[in-house]
């Protein structure tokens, strides 16, 4: 089982930035992709992207396309997601998981989540 471990959070005013990250351990053999989901209050989990194993390839959803990106760092085995011009329909808890699909945006492809971690946008 990959262990996943959030970090990164905290408060941003509108348009500014955050850096979220994604640390994984344990037995990663197979995942091919790390995603970042959310879910505000009283809200469905939503995709909001993805990135390969190899740090390669992303995908994004359409509300954060040109905003956020994804990267990873090899060497740490650790994923990030930096976000720009937040927004405050951006707040929301942040969760990171992984899976052995290619780009799926599907949470329920998705297994080892993490504790997640807040962000929150003030208008």
């Known amino acids: 089982q990959v262990q996943l471990v959030e970090s990164g959070g905290g408060l941003a005013q509108a348009g500014g930035s955050l850096r979220l990250s994604c640390a994984a351990s344990?037995?990663?053999?197979?995942?091919?992709?790390i995603g970042w989901f959310r879910q505000a209050p009283g809200k469905e989990r939503e995709f909001v992207a993805a990135?390969?194993?190899?740090?390669?390839?992303?995908w994004y959803a359409d509300s954060v396309k040109g905003r956020f990106t994804g990267s990873k760092d090899n060497a740490k085995n650790t994923f990030y997601l930096q976000m720009n011009s937040l927004k405050p329909e951006d707040t929301a808890v942040y969760y990171c998981?992984?899976?052995?699909?290619?780009?799926?945006?599907?949470?329920?492809?998705?297994?080892?989540w993490g504790q997640g971690t807040q962000v929150t946008v003030s208008s």
């Open positions: 344990g037995r990663t053999f197979g995942i091919r992709c």
């Open positions: 998981a992984a899976t052995r699909y290619w780009g799926t945006q599907s949470a329920e492809m998705y297994d080892g």
């Open positions: 990135i390969s194993w190899s740090g390669g390839n992303t």
